[in-house]
């Protein structure tokens, strides 16, 4: 059974609920909520979203996540910022604690309110699409930027997609978007011990050909190992295709969806989209490679970046 709060409950005693933000998530319910001390600070509680006899590994994931946005690797302008719950003591901050005032018992985490929304956003689908290239691009950027910053280090988000792009501030055509990356329950280094359900996670539309082949059974189980940061560089390029053209390179039901990205047999062509100009055949070739699938032949993150700041210098919003 799942944990549903309602306005004016309390988490942790300390957070009054305000709004749920989205009760979709796999693993975890998220709510906007006021400091009980201040009512004009919001914050955004993550809440595992099961019944104690049930969540066992959703409390896992939420701790892990926590740890992880909580360590120096992770601090960053474009990752999502965490808050500690409890004053410091000889051990450090926590930043996850359980609500044994619940019914659930759940262990909850406190993370800044991004006023945005999502690229997923139905708001934002309207929005973004209407967005000149550059707009787009400089977008783009800023999310790669970030991603750079946690491959320098190792780690794969392996979970990048729209619902997990959000924005610090409500997007306008002549600002600098500002998205910030959320969710990194999937997050690793290829190197850290995780669970199964980590590695078998994903969002199937933005997943590249070796991940969905292993998940479809244990006779897929020598194929291909996942390299988490080659993983992250597929997902870019199909979102980078979405933010141009609005729209996903394949259709169908799921299985169909699952088949054309294991043979990966989408195309990838940009050439009659009239508001690319000249840059058409410049990010067609981009996300083809982006795209690959063989994990090897995608390009490094900062081949990305380099050919991105080739074509469209920053800032690109004018």
């Not at 956003?121 to 290239?133: E, H, S, V």
């Not at 870019?236 to 390179?249: A, D, N, S």
């Given at each position: 059974?799942?944990?549903?709060?309602?306005?004016?409950?309390?988490?942790?005693?300390?957070?009054?609920?305000?709004?749920?933000?989205?009760?979709?998530?796999?693993?975890?319910?998220?709510?906007?909520?006021?400091?009980l001390r201040d009512q004009n600070i919001s914050v955004v509680v993550k809440l595992s979203k099961h019944d104690v006899d049930d969540a066992g590994h959703e409390s896992k994931l939420l701790e892990r996540e926590a740890l992880l946005l909580s360590s120096w690797e992770?601090?960053?302008?474009?990752?999502?910022?965490i808050f500690p719950i409890d004053g410091c003591d000889l051990h450090g901050n926590k930043y996850t604690l359980k609500d044994v005032s619940l019914p659930a018992r759940p262990n909850y985490m406190v993370l800044e309110y991004l006023k945005g929304g999502s690229m997923a956003?139905?708001?934002?689908?309207?929005?973004?699409?209407?967005?000149?290239?550059f707009w787009k691009m400089e977008c783009f950027y800023q999310i790669l930027i970030t991603v750079a910053s946690l491959h320098a280090k190792g780690y794969g988000h392996r979970d990048l997609k729209p619902d997990n792009i959000v924005f610090r501030e409500p997007i306008t055509n002549n600002s600098v978007p500002k998205p910030v990356l959320i969710d990194f329950a999937l997050a690793t280094n290829g190197k850290n011990r995780h669970t199964d359900i980590v590695d078998k996670?994903?969002?199937?539309?933005?997943?590249?050909?070796?991940?969905?082949?292993r998940s479809m059974g244990p006779q897929y189980d020598d194929y291909i190992a996942e390299d988490p940061i080659k993983s992250d560089i597929y997902s870019?390029?199909?979102?980078?295709?979405?933010?141009?053209?609005?729209?996903?390179?394949f259709k169908g039901s799921r299985n169909q969806i699952r088949t054309t990205i294991v043979s990966n047999q989408f195309e990838i062509n940009l050439e009659k989209n009239k508001n690319?100009?000249?840059n058409a055949s410049i990010l067609t070739t981009m996300i083809r490679g982006m795209t690959q699938k063989d994990p090897q032949k995608r390009p490094r993150i900062n081949m990305v970046i380099n050919a991105v700041e080739a074509v469209f210098r920053p800032p690109l919003v004018y």
């Open positions: 059974m799942i944990l549903k709060l309602k306005k004016g409950d309390l988490i942790g005693k300390k957070y009054s609920v305000d709004q749920v933000l989205s009760y979709s998530g796999g693993t975890a319910s998220i709510y906007l909520c006021s400091l992770f601090r960053h302008p474009g990752v999502v910022r956003d139905a708001k934002n689908r309207k929005r973004i699409p209407q967005m000149n290239i996670a994903m969002t199937l539309e933005y997943s590249p050909p070796e991940r969905v082949l870019l390029g199909i979102i980078l295709y979405e933010l141009i053209t609005g729209e996903l390179p690319l100009y000249e």
